[in-house]
Structures are given as structure tokens and as C-alpha cells.
């Protein structure tokens, strides 16, 4: 229960640009190693967990961390720039702080920006 809770959290969390593609690739790269880093932190580590509960786990986070990263893609315009500098301010989270975001509403100005020229651009 409480892990299918953080992936609702976080999916719902990042519904919320050219740099270079490798930047864009880079950055949901390191937030989705927080992602992670953090929901197993949640579940009291790797140790804590059989064989198979981390397999069936990255699974899932695998399929988690495909969704960030077209989350963050925008439909329309260039704005890959402005998607990386938001993921990269929020892998710089601690793993309370990032569960603890309102899904909401923008968390950092990074993301702000991101937001804000996604919505103009539709």
C-alpha cells in the first residue's frame, strides 16, 4: 500500500527543453535516480527487501521513470532547456522534501519557468 501510494504521489507529481539533447536525457536521468533512490529509501532500503520484491520494485520504477521522462517532454515548442534545469532542481531534494511537494503547484523557479512556457506554448 504505502509503495503504490509513492508512485501515485510522484506520477502525479511530475505532470508538470534545443540545450543539447544529453542534457535533457542527463537530467531526468538524475531525478529519476532520486525517484529511486528515494522510494526505496521509503521502504526501508534494498537490504530490507527480498529478490524478487526489488526486481518486481525497479520494474515498476522503470515503467515510473519512462513516464517522468514524457511527462517532462513538452507537446508543443522547444523547451527541453527549461525541462532539464527543472529536473535538475528537483533531484537536488532531499527525499523528505521531494515527497512532501504539492503536486499542485510548481516546486522550485526552475520549474516555474517550465511550466509556464509549456502552458503559453499550448
Request: net charge negative; aromatic share 8%; with cysteine.
Amino acid at each position: 500500500m504505502k509503495l503504490a501510494l509513492l508512485f501515485v504521489t510522484l506520477s502525479l507529481f511530475v505532470l508538470s527543453p534545443p540545450v543539447i539533447a544529453d542534457e535533457f536525457e542527463d537530467s531526468s536521468l538524475a531525478f529519476c535516480g532520486k525517484i529511486k533512490a528515494c522510494i526505496f529509501e521509503e521502504l526501508g532500503g534494498k537490504s530490507s527487501l527480498s529478490v524478487e520484491q526489488i526486481k518486481e520494485v525497479d520494474k515498476e520504477l522503470h515503467g515510473l521513470c519512462r513516464q517522468v521522462k514524457e511527462d517532462f517532454t513538452p507537446p508543443k515548442g522547444n523547451f527541453k532547456a527549461e525541462a532539464a534545469s527543472c529536473m535538475w532542481s528537483l533531484s537536488s531534494f532531499s527525499c523528505r522534501d521531494l515527497m512532501a511537494l504539492d503536486t499542485e503547484e510548481p516546486s522550485t523557479p526552475e520549474c516555474e519557468v517550465f511550466e509556464k512556457a509549456a502552458t503559453e506554448a499550448n
